[in-house]
């Protein structure tokens, strides 16, 4: 499944984005415009597909804290200037929607706060009130799969009959909770496409990071978020992946560079060979950025390419000269995996344009609100948000 279109609305600056997807997709802008609530977003509608995006938003603070601040409607007068921007009673319900479309499939969903509170020490916890699956990349009511209204959910069979109503808490996703094969497979596939996606941010390689110490070593075609299996997720690019692709990723960031992995008695050490120096050097004595760079390889190389693999500020504290090899290996991922990546610098957002076919989406900041720079509403791609 190839997402075309990302939706969210009342998130953070994200008033209201509507947002094409390719294969690669390069999100850029200035400092505060957005892309990291747009990062965000992204990790939320992923930990829908575990039951976790009630528990994410209360990390962040709860809905209140996550929810767009601003005016429901930003006027004429107050873009003109002629009047200031001001608070104003609230017209619609409270809600933060999020959604995709795909060539495939299509989800949506819409937390809100509950409409009578209860005498209970939760009464801020989000509820979902509307969650929809549906076949395409727009909502249609003749393309629904699967359809919740508060508690209840209803599946769409193959025959186009609704089944009657399930009943599951107003906490719960009805990725997580609706698991019948025969009735609903198409939920389960969409539950299962999501779980796939892959999100790397901000590795740490300070001296007690996770990338440095050995330890016990299985095969592992996925590199962990926090990057602690990288020996052996290296070691299993060699034995059943691209090797030829993992060799020419090192020597063209370092030239005459190799990485080694050696096992004793289980445990995995990462030894990288610099050409010049007599001995090679442990996971210990690599800089900063020498370690992020075979991070992202690891990551990047994968065996075992996900639906999305989506990347925030990978050029951080890496070279200059190691952007270009970067933009390299993204590219050529972009040839298994979707690929959506955040950035800032200018040298890997040209070195990334100039190697493949990229589609770069510039954020723009309108009165507190996260646009795309460039895109009215009449260029939007086609998107509808299931009603409460």
Same mark, same amino acid.
């Given at each position: ?33 957005? !892309? ?21 938003? @209360? ?9 767009? @601040? ?92 609704? %089944? ?162 970067? @933009? ?14 955040? %950035? ?20 723009? !900041? ?20 299931? !009603?409460?």
């Amino acid at each position: 499944m190839v997402l075309v279109t990302l939706a969210v609305e009342n998130y953070r600056s994200l008033r209201h984005l509507v947002m094409p997807l390719q294969q690669l997709t390069l999100v850029t802008g200035a400092n505060g415009t957005g !892309k990291s609530s747009l990062y965000r977003a992204l990790r939320l509608l992923a930990d829908a597909s575990r039951n976790g995006a009630i528990a994410a938003l @209360a990390r962040e603070g709860g809905l209140p804290s996550t929810l767009w @601040a601003g005016p429901e409607v930003i006027g004429r007068a107050v873009r003109a200037g002629q009047h200031p921007v001001q608070g104003t009673a609230r017209r619609k319900p409270v809600g933060l929607r999020l959604g995709f479309g795909g060539d495939e499939y299509g989800y949506a969903m819409d937390l809100g706060l509950p409409v009578v509170p209860m005498e209970t020490a939760f009464d801020l916890d989000p509820e979902i009130k509307r969650e929809s699956i549906w076949g395409g990349p727009a909502l249609r009511p003749a393309t629904l799969i699967a359809d919740r209204h508060n508690e209840v959910v209803r599946t769409r069979g193959e025959a186009g009959d609704w %089944s009657t109503g399930q009943r599951i808490a107003l906490s719960d996703s009805i990725l997580s909770e609706v698991s019948d094969p025969l009735r609903a497979p198409e939920v389960l596939l969409v539950r299962e496409r999501i779980r796939s996606w892959r999100f790397y941010d901000q590795f740490r390689t300070d001296p007690q990071a996770p990338a440095r110490a050995s330890r016990i070593g299985t095969r592992t075609p996925v590199l962990a978020h926090d990057g602690a299996d990288l020996p052996a997720a290296l070691q299993t690019i060699r034995e059943t992946g691209d090797t030829t692709g993992l060799d020419a990723a090192v020597d063209h960031a370092f030239p005459g560079s190799r990485v080694e992995i050696d096992v004793l008695d289980g445990r995995f050490e990462l030894r990288f060979r610099q050409h010049g120096l007599l001995r090679p050097l442990d996971a210990a004595e690599l800089s900063d950025g020498t370690l992020r760079y075979l991070l992202l390889t690891a990551a990047l190389l994968t065996p075992r390419p996900p639906e999305l693999l989506v990347l925030n500020e990978p050029e951080t504290s890496l070279h200059p000269d190691l952007l270009p090899p970067l @933009a390299e290996l993204i590219n050529t991922a972009a040839t298994r995996t979707q690929l959506i990546v955040v %950035s800032h610098s200018t040298r890997l957002i040209q070195a990334l344009q100039a190697g493949g076919s990229t589609s770069t989406v510039v954020l723009a !900041k309108d009165f507190g609100e996260t646009v795309i720079q460039g895109q009215g509403r009449l260029d939007e791609p086609a998107w509808h948000w299931p !009603k409460r």
